[in-house]
């Protein structure tokens, strides 16, 4: 319940068509907390298509602390891939710097992974 309340109040803090991204990202992120993977996906779709300076793109931003996914590597990028998601299927992002270096250069598309808990 509590979470469903918290997505209400970030849901307000924007409108269609403005540039309060990290208010978007916040909702879509809550929205993934809250079980609405299709709804999640469908906002974090169009914020992917926004233009915003590297530096905050490249961030991992707002961990999800305390949880653990499993899946298999997808999408791998050079400095950063997704891991789709046993179960539902949805994808979570990685970055290269929140990977230790050895670890990172042996992960390859299909290769699967066990996200760490912060």
Excluded at 82 to 102: C, M, Q
């Amino acid at each position: 319940m509590i979470g469903e309340t918290i997505a209400h109040h970030l849901r307000r803090a924007f409108t269609e068509g403005d540039n309060n991204y990290e208010a978007q990202l916040l909702y879509g992120r809550q929205l993934f907390l809250n079980g609405r993977l299709e709804e999640s996906k469908m906002l974090f779709r169009r914020l992917s298509e926004v233009r915003v300076p590297p530096q905050i793109k490249n961030n991992l931003l707002y961990v999800i602390e305390g949880r653990q996914f499993e899946g298999r590597m997808s999408r791998p990028q050079g400095s950063f891939a997704f891991i789709t998601r046993d179960g539902p299927g949805d994808s979570i992002y990685v970055h290269a710097k929140d990977v230790p270096e050895d670890t990172w250069n042996d992960l390859t598309l299909g290769t699967r992974v066990t996200t760490c808990q912060r």
